[in-house]
């Protein structure tokens, strides 16, 4: 089982539809979850972070945290055609003292 | 302010050669790492500093791999004797905690 699992899709929505990424993740003592948003091409850009279990909102972003399923998961509203991109799931591990990275879910905003 | 800066942007080499990345992380920032990105994969942690002491090693992939950093600034990752499946983007990343990290433009590595 990969530390952070993440479904490489293309996952394909309509412009003005809400995407619903998702993560899970192994390693109980994991403490701290992060989106980054990575362009074709690009470095990842880091777009939430989630440290409590429920939701936290930044704009047209929400990322929601679930600890006892060992679930996180981003949530963009009224996606845009430049939201389209790939979605890295970060969870850092009081274990390792690491930052480790799901493979990215890849997101298409279809006009 | 100022990003993480990496450099070079692009850097094309002969099989055998021994290449320097450097990185320059974002003033003040105590922490820096390196992953590695190869085509459509995710990122593989190689090294990761607290000021200039690596207190994990354990991402690089052979002894050819090395890193350093000096005056908890910038940091250097050497390759020797490259191999072609070093070639990937290799990618630098710096924060104030252990948490956020804030990625540079990357270092495309080929290696022919």
């Known amino acids: 089982q990969k530390e952070v699992e993440q479904n490489s899709g293309p996952l394909s929505v309509p412009e003005g539809a809400i995407a619903s990424l998702n993560c899970t993740y192994s390693d109980r003592g994991s403490q701290s979850f992060f ?3 990575q ?3 690009k470095s990842p850009e880091l777009i939430m972070f989630i440290y409590s279990n429920g939701d936290k909102e930044d704009g047209r972003f929400t990322a929601q945290l679930n600890k ?3 679930y996180v998961s981003l949530l963009i509203r009224d996606s845009q055609p430049s939201d389209s991109a790939t979605y890295l ?3 850092f591990s009081g274990n390792t003292g690491k930052l480790i ?4 879910t890849t997101l298409q905003v279809k006009p | 302010g100022a990003g993480v800066s990496q450099s070079p942007s692009n850097k094309v080499t002969e099989k055998g050669k021994d290449v320097e990345l450097r990185c ?4 003040g920032h105590t922490a820096l790492y390196w992953y590695r990105q190869s085509l459509g994969q995710g990122l593989e942690f190689l090294i990761y500093f607290q000021g200039n002491s690596a207190p994990d090693k354990s991402g690089l992939p ?4 090395s890193a350093e950093r000096t ?3 910038v940091s250097t990752l050497t390759i020797q004797r490259t191999q072609q499946e070093d070639s990937a983007v290799y990618l630098c990343a710096s924060s104030l905690d252990v948490y956020e990290q804030y990625f540079g433009p990357g270092t495309r590595l080929t290696v022919t």
């Open chain 1, 35 to 37: 989106w980054y948003r």
């Open chain 1, 39 to 41: 362009y074709s091409g």
């Open chain 1, 68 to 70: 006892a399923s060992q």
């Open chain 1, 89 to 91: 799931c970060a969870v």
């Open chain 1, 101 to 104: 990275f799901g493979q990215g």
């Open chain 2, 24 to 27: 320059d992380p974002i003033s």
């Open chain 2, 62 to 65: 052979s002894d050819r791999f």
């Open chain 2, 71 to 73: 005056g908890g600034s």
